[in-house]
């Protein structure tokens, strides 16, 4: 049977669409994500993304990593869903929509999203790093000579290390370039390698070097592989508040498939 699908990206991080708003796609069916994903023998992305009818929002968003199992909450995803609900016209400029980790708020003008993350209120500062959850679980560590800096390989080993569950963590490895401004790259989990951008990644990365006084400011420039995204935030009582993350969400093409 032929499926109609939609392959967008937000700085680098794509994802396969699918407007499972009847709910005929198998969510089960983590072979078939996976063969999806695949960048040879299916469409190729980072992550296959569902849009479905919700009871109390404009829609939810139902995200899989590149292996074909469900996971946490994808920061990109969520702004090129947004654009997603727009093209299908869900909704016009402002939205509310259901993820995994809860609400979102987001806005969109002219292909530029700006998208509410959750608050952070605990973060866990070691030595060697910093570790906390934007909706997704992030290690962020303080590297020098980011451009040839062995992501994948070095990655891994934290992804899998013993500090964390099977379930694993994101890596992050930062170089600050100004007081406002960090490049960022990102291995994920799920993906298992270097991915060009990480919403929930360069969120986290904001606010960690904020905690480790690495930038006073209050709106934070991260420069990925794949572009450049923003993330502004206030300071709370415990942790974090107010957390927006922003930049472009395009649609890349759309094409139908077999399954």
């Known amino acids: 049977m032929t499926h109609t ?7 680098g991080n794509d994802f396969v669409f699918v407007d499972n ?20 023998f299916g469409i190729g992305a980072d992550g296959l993304i569902l849009l479905e009818n919700d009871k109390i929002a404009d829609f939810k968003m139902v995200y899989f990593n590149a292996d ?24 016009s400029k402002n939205t509310t929509f ?11 003008t002219n292909g530029f999203v700006t998208l509410k993350m959750q608050d952070v209120d605990s973060i866990e500062a070691f030595d060697s790093h910093v570790f906390l959850n934007t909706g997704s679980p992030h290690h962020v560590t ?36 100004d007081s406002d401004t960090f490049a960022v790259r990102t291995y994920e989990r799920g993906v298992e390698d270097e991915t060009l951008s990480c919403g929930t990644g360069v969120t986290a990365v904001a606010l960690a070097m904020h905690r480790l006084n690495k930038t006073e400011a209050k709106e934070v420039n991260l420069k990925v592989e794949g572009g450049q995204l923003k993330v502004s935030f206030e300071v709370s009582e415990n942790g974090y508040k107010n957390i927006w993350l922003q930049g472009p969400a395009t649609l890349v093409f759309k094409g139908e498939i077999e399954w």
């Open 68 to 91: 074909g199992n469900e996971s946490t909450m994808c920061g990109n995803g969520g702004r090129c869903i947004v654009a997603f609900a727009e093209r299908l016209n869900i909704i």
């Open 142 to 177: 303080l590297v020098n000579n980011l451009k040839d800096f062995d992501v994948k390989s070095e990655g891994s080993k934290i992804r899998n290390g013993e500090r964390y569950n099977e379930a694993g963590s994101n890596v992050n490895f930062v170089q600050q370039m």
């Open 98 to 108: 259901n993820a995994i980790d809860g609400l979102h708020e987001a806005s969109i």
């Open 5 to 11: 699908f939609y392959k967008y990206q937000g700085t």
């Open 21 to 40: 708003r009847q709910g005929l796609f198998n969510k089960k069916d983590a072979k078939l994500i996976a063969h999806l994903c695949d960048r040879r």
